[in-house]
């Protein structure tokens, strides 16, 4: 009976020897409980000692292992897990920086919306005192029009502009030009600016460099929204049955060996990011084209498509819209009196007007007050594009960035290849995970990929459409028939049509947009800003 005991030892040691993992390493179950309880706790489905694993699917091994099936399945769930809240941690600064950017953009677009309205009721105020009451629910009207336009409303520009001059002019003919109220349609008036040229060619004008500006603006925005779109839902990849079992095998099939977050070996590590996010790299050229046509709209968002420099000089448009409508007092009389009564009024000159003035020296008048920019929105739009072309490569090395937050090999130091600790990867009986090329080629996309992709594309078209320049804008704006230009979803580029060449030669005076009269835009960080600070343009026009 003494010799029991000795059998019994040598028998342990034989099962041991059996057992046992390469290297002669016996795993510890009692660390591996430990961290298994962090994750599930008050599980007790850690084997107390090491056992066979017959029943593991995944994290198979020639000697014992300290995990079960049940263990398996959990860690399953915890590798889906982090890899989704990887994900969301390698695209956190480029997700934050569209989100600030499209918040900034948005706010700085109501900042000058709300200095353009004022300053043009400043101007009627001043040049027009017995029009100015009457018109400011007709001007504030048409900035909230803009306002919402940018925001992706259905209205158009050549619309918002029309209805502007409408209300005006009825106001215009009565304050202005000394009409009578009684003998005449007020639904005639209204509509009488346009057939009588009340206004010369400043509508056109203003409809064609609003119409661009507004436009560029409006896509740049739609584009930052739609990046955020892109990102977010890369963020909710979710992994599907072979990428999960290659993350079990990358992150916690280590732990049935007793082995707690060992580093992997890069080309394993690598090779399983491939298996589970090959479909990035369809999405990298499309998220490339992105980037480019998004830092050419903001280049070509200068001169006529610079919305801060176009709407800042809008004052100055509507003044010497209602002086040409002063200057021809006694012909409009005649002509709308013609249209829309009986008897031709004669134009009252008890009616205060403001002197004549040539177009160029009106419109030296009317700009906004010069002042040294702090930061500019193309400084802004220049900022933000060069941050953003720091992540052009960003979808085709999702996995490279998922990778380079594991731990790795010191000083050529063993590392995990998926089924032992190693110096190389693959190590002996173990097939890459890299699929092949052909089968790669003929697997249809994702369906969270192609969605990624068909939203890049659309925003991709849009952006290529804007940025065109502006000779090529003049010649398919005249062309809009022949080449399709103005089919359905293309923002109504033909808007306006007024340039140099034809009826607008007349306001050459008025000059280009100004370029160096900007405002101060954010010149204190955002996050010294208070949302009392932050009042939108729809409160404003509401006041």
């Not at 890899?83 to 941690?89: C, W, Y």
Request: charged fraction near 20%; charge should be positive; proline fraction near 7%.
């Amino acid at each position: 009976m003494a010799s029991s005991p000795v059998h019994s030892a040598l028998f342990l040691c034989a099962f041991l020897q059996l057992f046992s993992l390469p290297g002669g390493h016996v795993p510890n179950c009692q660390e591996v409980r430990t961290v298994f309880q962090s994750l599930h706790p008050g599980s007790k489905w850690v084997p107390e000692t090491p056992v066979s694993g017959a029943d593991l699917q995944v994290c198979q091994t020639k000697g014992p292992t300290c995990c079960s099936k049940k263990m398996e399945e959990r860690y399953q769930v915890a590798a889906r897990s982090n890899m989704e809240s990887g994900l969301q941690v390698v695209s956190a600064q480029l997700k934050r920086l569209i989100i600030q950017n499209a918040a900034i953009f948005q706010e700085a677009f109501d900042l000058v919306l709300r200095h353009g309205r004022n300053s043009t009721l400043t101007m009627l105020k001043s040049e027009f005192p017995t029009l100015a009451s009457g018109a400011q629910s007709s001007v504030g009207q048409l900035f909230l029009d803009m306002s919402l336009y940018i925001l992706g409303s259905d209205s158009t520009v050549d619309h918002m502009v029309a209805v502007l001059y409408g209300r005006l002019f009825p106001l215009t003919y009565r304050r202005l030009l000394g009409g009578s109220g009684t003998s005449v349609s007020e639904e005639c008036v209204r509509g009488a600016w346009k057939d009588s040229g009340a206004f010369g060619p400043y509508p056109k004008l203003m409809m064609t460099r609003l119409s661009r500006s507004l436009l560029a603006t409006r896509v740049f925005l739609q584009a930052l929204n739609l990046g955020i779109e892109v990102v977010n839902t890369t963020d909710h990849l979710r992994p599907g049955r072979e990428c999960s079992r290659s993350l079990l095998r990358l992150w916690y099939c280590p732990h049935c060996q007793g082995m707690l977050g060992p580093p992997a070996c890069r080309g394993f590590c690598q090779a399983v990011m491939h298996n589970c996010l090959g479909g990035a790299a369809e999405v990298q050229p499309h998220w490339r084209s992105y980037i480019d046509g998004l830092g050419k709209l903001a280049g070509a968002m200068r001169g006529e498509q610079d919305m801060e420099a176009v709407v800042l000089r809008l004052p100055t448009m509507i003044k010497l819209a209602l002086k040409h409508a002063v200057n021809t007092r006694s012909h409009l009389n005649t002509l709308v009196s013609g249209m829309c009564g009986q008897t031709p009024q004669r134009a009252s000159r008890s009616v205060g007007s403001p002197p004549s003035q040539p177009p160029a020296a009106a419109a030296r008048g009317a700009q906004p007050s010069s002042s040294d920019p702090d930061e500019t929105l193309a400084d802004l739009r220049r900022d933000f594009i060069t941050s953003l072309r720091g992540f052009s490569s960003f979808y085709s090395g999702l996995g490279e960035a998922l990778c380079s937050r594991e731990p790795a090999p010191v000083n050529h130091s063993l590392c995990w290849n998926g089924q032992e600790m190693t110096d190389r990867y693959p190590g002996p009986g173990l097939k890459r995970l890299h699929p092949s090329s052909e089968s790669r080629s003929n697997k249809p996309p994702e369906p969270v990929i192609s969605q990624i992709i068909d939203k890049l594309k659309h925003i991709n078209q849009l952006l290529q459409i804007v940025t065109v320049s502006e000779k090529r804008w003049r010649a398919r704006s005249r062309g809009a028939g022949a080449n399709g230009w103005s089919e359905e979803g293309e923002e109504e580029f033909e808007s306006g049509d007024c340039d140099d060449e034809d009826e607008c030669a007349g306001v050459s005076g008025l000059g280009p947009p100004p370029r160096r009269k900007r405002l101060r835009i954010f010149a204190a960080s955002q996050s010294d800003r208070s949302p009392k600070q932050r009042g939108g343009l729809r409160d404003c026009c509401a006041c």
